[in-house]
């Protein structure tokens, strides 16, 4: 198992289970020294079974707080968010950014309230979720890219416009000095799928990280973890690996999110 993970949600998001020190406990006992909780950041509508709501945020910031100083001698605590970049929530993403010790950018729709990266079947919705992508890195709202190919959920197949896209993310990438996520959550958790050219999971993709590799971007691992007992089970990390195996991917182990995000916030 990995020392250090950002990427872990909490049950206010309401697709995940277990209490706040339960993910604490487990990742204690799985060994990591750094754990960042990243709940699914709240805009103003309320969607109960994707992200918490706005007023359950005080809850979550006291709550994490709290455990950071009960376990500080145990584990490393930080507080973040998974926040979605949409250009009319500006005011709520730079609270979160002033508020929190880093953001990380998990692009799962393309507007609010709606569910195109993970129906995204045409070429356009490609291009759409790395303009998305590509304005929140230039606007120092995020710390990392989030499965960086969660838009692949629903593609077809893996034609010349999912290469376009990894070399158009892996160039913001590059550009940004922005570390992109190996997540070993969903995609890998519910197994292999079918798709028009075969059988994959739904992310990681093999092509991503080629071009990832190939352009030398950093890569840092993310359990985004819905249940603390994934933190005991390495199941869904060694599909992950499984993915990028034979890939010179350049793996950031110890990366220091929150030293990087103090320097970005500094721009905002
Ligand atoms: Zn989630
Ligand atoms: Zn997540």
């Known amino acids: 198992m990995i ?3 950002w990427h872990t949600h909490t049950s206010r998001c309401g697709h995940a289970v277990g ?8 990742a204690i006992q799985g060994g990591l020294k750094t754990l960042g909780f990243s709940d699914h950041a709240a805009y103003e509508q309320s969607r109960r079974t994707d992200r918490m709501d706005l007023a359950q945020f005080p809850d979550y910031m006291a709550s994490i707080s709290a455990l950071k100083e009960k376990y500080k001698d145990q584990i490393t605590l930080y507080l973040g968010t998974e926040i979605e970049y949409y250009p009319y929530e500006m005011d709520l993403l730079k609270e979160y950014r002033q508020k929190l010790d880093y953001c990380i950018l998990g692009q799962h729709s393309l507007d609010l309230d709606d569910d195109r990266s993970y129906n995204a079947t045409s070429p356009d919705l490609l291009n759409i979720y790395t303009d ?3 304005e929140c890195c230039s606007l120092d709202l995020c710390d990392y890219i989030c499965h960086p190919d969660v838009i692949l ?11 376009e896209a990894a070399e158009r993310i892996a160039a913001i990438s590059k550009k940004y000095n922005m570390p992109l996520e190996l997540n070993t ?3 890998v958790h519910h197994g292999m799928r079918q798709y028009e050219d075969g059988m994959r999971y739904a992310y990681p993709t093999r092509i991503f990280f080629e071009e990832f590799a190939k352009a030398d971007c ?8 819905h249940d603390p007992k994934l933190f005991l ?7 992950a ?17 929150v030293s990087a995000a103090k320097e970005r916030k500094k721009n905002i």
């Open 132 to 134: 998305r992508l590509n």
């Open 19 to 26: 209490t706040d020190e339960e993910y604490v406990l487990a």
């Open 233 to 239: 089970n390495d199941t869904d990390l060694n599909r």
């Open 241 to 257: 690996m499984s993915v990028i195996e034979g890939l010179d991917c350049h793996i950031l182990y110890d990366y220091d999110l």
């Open 185 to 187: 959550g969903s995609g």
């Open 218 to 225: 950093p890569i840092i691992i993310g359990l985004d973890v």
């Open 153 to 163: 959920w629903s593609y077809p197949r893996m034609d010349g416009s999912v290469r």
């Open 3 to 5: 020392k250090t993970n």
